[in-house]
């Protein structure tokens, strides 16, 4: 079981219980039962447990080096605490002043007492290190003038730097002071080995880690463990960053010190978006084995974690017994397509046609039509739907905007409402219908889905192409049975035409419904994708939860737009129009849409 959360009062230091120092940090590596012998003080957070729990026991080794503050519930995560209930020293005031930012009385009485500056207070912890976690620049810098240590270490058993106190909190502002005053951004823990990057990592804060890496953060580094950032980030849940570390890259794969890989790490904690990034993007092993003989499912199992379980045993049983999983795995419906294009036309050709000769005024009609329907599946095919990454308008964006959020003056850079998306795997904004597809692996504008049979995805560009392929295969068909139907009256019966009807006959009743449901998303002005997973955009949802249409502008526009993108519709008047939208939910749901990676397409949900 993972260790319990240790909340920290800030406002007690000075009454702290000496006999708080009695045991680890918040994590173990020793054996553990169920409960975690920790700093009366600490950061220790969430340790991941890597034992093997019986009877709500942990009996194996639990190696949470996560280091996570949690200030009380009642100050809130930002709030300053509560004025003392006593009167203080001068150096415990001194230390409130620090943890609520008082830049005034501060400087104040460190011009009265300056050999207060460099004293700690009775955990062994510095000024810096609780300015670290609400302090301003301002406060940082002046405590700086008069001699306060930046980047000494805690004397408590965690060891650990106010940097790390900074990268723990999600303080950007603290982070980049801190860096600015020549703290060095790999700077690790004496007992873990924690760097900043890997302590933003574990705490999911995607701002920071892209700071970090920025300035100069090594991502090879690991901690005593042999975590990487990319661990902890997979056990966080934080797909986004996960997507960072993956195009740096930064493997997914790689082994701790207990033999556990990401994959086993995201199950572990019942992150199930990041386990199915994990395993349809990166391609991660499912059957991958940690020093106790475990894969991912069985840890995930072992948790209680049902969703995850059933993702995985789902994938690991296609991936072992699906007799069909090389098909979907490869380009095997595409080829079918092109076996049956070639096929039905010698067919035709070679045997119904010259069969008919007083039929020709009915074959030569539907020989054009069927010529007309593979010249829009080779359109289909050959377009490109319209590939986000070869507009360098958007990775200029993108570069603009996370330059914009990591150079923030203020503690608001994490919480931007983005007008689009930020995708970390392609290195660009997004527009706001475009979508990642794991299979082409880029992201496509206006994506409705990636499609196996022509091996493509269907997006903005070849949008119309698709349309036109299917609808003219849906006739196509019917023509064929006709002709069909006509030479079992010409010629007589046959078994190899009364297999051929049946075949057709079947394949027609999906492509027929394939083909009324993007008549019906056309008019609606929708895509697959955002019919399916209309429940992960805010902006198809109302402040009920209910769903909506922000981009139906009724269905001779919809047609239009859909259709002809490209000769009379304007990119930035949809833009605006969806913006319109998405302010009246911003209104009523807050923020609508948050720094992402790996935001799932309709085959690959995250």
């Known amino acids: 079981m993972a260790a319990p959360h240790v909340h920290v009062d800030v406002d007690a230091l000075a009454d702290a219980d000496a006999d708080a120092d009695s045991g680890g940090h918040g994590h173990s590596h020793g054996h553990s039962h169920g409960h975690s ?26 190696h949470g080096s996560q280091f996570q503050f949690q200030p009380r519930a009642q100050d809130g995560a930002h709030g300053p605490p509560p004025a003392p209930a006593k009167e203080l020293t001068p150096l415990e005031e001194l230390f409130y002043c620090a943890k609520t930012a008082n830049l005034e009385r501060f400087r104040a009485l460190v011009e009265q007492m300056p050999e207060l500056a460099q004293q700690r207070d009775p955990m062994g912890h510095t000024l810096a290190h609780w300015m670290a976690q609400r302090g301003s620049a301002e406060l940082l ?12 270490p805690s004397e408590d058993s965690v060891k650990l730097h106010p940097i790390h106190w900074a990268c723990s909190t999600g303080n950007l502002v603290s982070l980049k002071t801190f860096v600015k005053l020549g703290v060095d951004v790999n700077t690790a823990d004496a007992l873990k080995q924690r760097t900043p990057l890997l302590i933003a990592a574990q705490n999911g804060f995607p701002l920071l ?15 005593a463990d042999e975590d990487s950032a990319i661990h902890w980030a997979a056990y966080k849940g934080a797909t986004e960053i996960v997507s960072v570390f993956q195009y740096l890259g930064l493997s997914s794969d790689d082994p701790d010190r207990y033999g556990q890989t990401p994959l086993h790490l995201a199950a572990m904690r019942g992150e199930l978006p990041t386990v199915q990034y994990l395993v349809e993007e990166l391609d991660s092993d499912l059957n991958a084995q940690d020093a106790q003989g475990r894969t991912p499912l069985e840890l995930a199992r072992l ?26 795995a490869s380009r095997g419906p595409y080829f079918y397509t092109l076996a049956n294009i070639f096929l039905a036309n010698l067919l035709y050709m070679f045997v119904l046609v010259p069969a008919m000769p007083d039929m020709r005024y009915v074959c030569v009609p539907h020989m054009m039509w069927n010529v007309t329907t593979w010249v829009f599946f080779y359109f289909t095919v050959r377009t490109s739907p319209g590939d986000v990454t070869e507009d360098s308008v958007y990775a200029q964006e993108y570069a603009a905007v996370t330059e914009a959020m990591i150079s923030a003056d203020n503690d608001d850079g994490g919480q931007l409402r983005l007008e689009r998306p930020l995708c970390h795997s392609c290195h660009v904004q997004r527009p706001l219908r475009a979508k990642h597809c794991r299979v082409c692996k880029t992201c496509i504008d206006q994506f409705d889905h990636h499609c196996p049979f022509v091996d493509n995805c269907v997006g903005r560009n070849n949008h119309v192409y698709f349309l036109a392929f299917v609808g003219f295969l849906t006739f196509d068909i019917m023509g064929l049975e ?3 139907y006509l030479y079992w009256h010409y010629i007589g019966f046959s078994y190899w035409v009364l297999a051929c009807m049946v075949y057709f006959g079947v394949m027609f ?3 027929a419904q394939l083909f009324g449901f993007h008549v019906y998303l056309t008019a609606k002005n929708l895509t697959t994708n955002e019919v399916m997973n209309s429940h992960r955009y805010q902006h198809m949802r109302t402040a009920q939860g209910a769903f909506q249409n922000p981009f139906d502008k009724g269905v001779l526009w919809n047609c239009a737009e859909r259709c002809l993108p490209s000769y009379i519709w304007n990119e930035n008047d949809q833009n605006d129009h969806a913006a319109t939208m998405r302010k009246r939910v911003t209104t009523s749901q807050g923020e609508y849409l948050q720094v992402s990676g790996s935001n799932s397409d309709t085959t690959s949900p995250v």
């Open 37 to 62: 012998h920790g700093h009366g003080h600490s950061h220790g957070g969430h340790g991941h447990s890597h034992g093997h729990g019986e009877c709500g026991h942990d009996h194996g080794h639990s």
């Open 141 to 152: 810098e002046f405590a700086h003038s008069v001699k306060v240590p930046m980047n000494l």
């Open 209 to 223: 880690v892209m700071y970090l890496i920025k300035n100069g953060a090594d991502i090879t580094l690991v901690d």
């Open 303 to 328: 948790k209680g974690y049902k969703r995850v379980v059933n993702y995985l045993a789902r994938q690991m049983f296609r991936n072992r017994w699906n007799v069909f999983s090389w098909w979907e």
């Open 482 to 484: 006709y002709v069909f």
């Open 509 to 511: 009743l999906p492509v």
